[in-house]
Nanobody
Framework: QVQLVESGGGLVQAGGSLRLSCVASGFSLYHYAVNWFRQAPGKEREGISCISYMDGRTVYEESVKGRFTISRDNSKGTVYLQMNNLKPDDTAVYYC????????????????????WGKGTQVTVSS
């Protein structure tokens, strides 16, 4: 079965850090750009970051810029999301996804263009 698998979520106090990981099952992430999305209760799923395969270029949504860092280890087939200075508003289920292109496009925040998804990992930030 082709899917992505996220891990690393948990409960953390405001100001704390977590590192999420994303690996592929049934295929390889090696040539693909990878996106992170999140969905808070009662809100739409929103894209927050993307990393290209070809040049490692990264993009971030404004609310996470300067606090979150996306990276990838192609030798391990893993994409990471390092989240620092977490805030209660960051509480959400976090998903990784790919549209199977090799670069991040301008519509990287649109969940409708993604082909493969993980089931998500819960991140809860307490105040």
């Amino acid at each position: 079965q082709v899917q992505l698998v996220e891990s690393g979520g948990g409960l953390v106090q405001a100001g704390g850090s977590l590192r999420l990981s994303c690996v592929a099952s049934g295929f390889s992430l090696y040539h693909y750009a990878v996106n992170w999305f999140r969905q808070a209760p009662g809100k739409e799923r929103e894209g927050i970051s993307c990393i290209s395969y070809m040049d490692g270029r990264t993009v971030y949504e404004e609310s996470v810029k300067g606090r979150f860092t996306i990276s990838r280890d192609n030798s391990k087939g893993t994409v990471y999301l390092q989240m620092n200075n977490l805030k209660p508003d960051d509480t959400a289920v976090y998903y990784c996804a790919t549209d199977r292109s090799s670069v991040c496009h301008g519509n990287y925040r649109n969940p409708k263009v993604m082909d493969y998804w993980g089931k998500g990992t819960q991140v809860t930030v307490s105040s």
